[in-house]
């Protein structure tokens, strides 16, 4: 079992940034991907970025625009997504997940969900 908890979540203004944490328990953080997802109200589930153990990582088509960056660091078992720039419409949950093998931008494939953290953006 793999148990995630994310942090870092808050109100923030456009144009702001915040950084999302994930922090991992449980089996051995470096021999699984790890990717943020998030969820907007009356929405469904959007794949944002993705990391595998050895750190190479996938954007989302919405996070591509270079405003978010995933890392990782093994030695603590946590992941992070350093959003900048913030615009009103990434409201929403942002949620952590861990699977084992390589990265994938689909949710069903991933095993261990975090509870999520919210994140509002004002305009």
């Known amino acids: 079992q793999v148990q995630l908890v994310e942090s870092g979540g808050g109100l923030v203004q456009a144009g702001g940034s915040l950084r999302l944490s994930c922090a991992a328990s449980?089996?051995?953080?470096?021999?699984?991907?790890m990717g943020w997802f998030r969820q907007a109200p009356g929405k469904g589930r959007e794949f944002v970025a993705a990391?595998?153990?050895?750190?190479?990582?996938?954007y989302g088509a919405n996070s591509r625009e270079g405003r978010f960056t995933i890392s990782r660091d093994n030695a603590k078992n946590t992941m992070y997504l350093q959003m900048n720039s913030l615009k009103p419409e990434d409201t929403a949950v942002y949620s952590c997940?861990?699977?084992?093998?390589?990265?994938?931008?689909?949710?069903?494939?991933?095993?261990?969900w975090g509870q999520g953290t919210q994140v509002t953006v004002s305009s």
């Open positions: 997940a861990a699977k084992e093998g390589a990265y994938s931008d689909y949710d069903t494939s991933y095993a261990y």
């Open positions: 449980g089996r051995t953080f470096s021999n699984y991907a």
């Open positions: 990391i595998t153990w050895s750190g190479a990582f996938t």
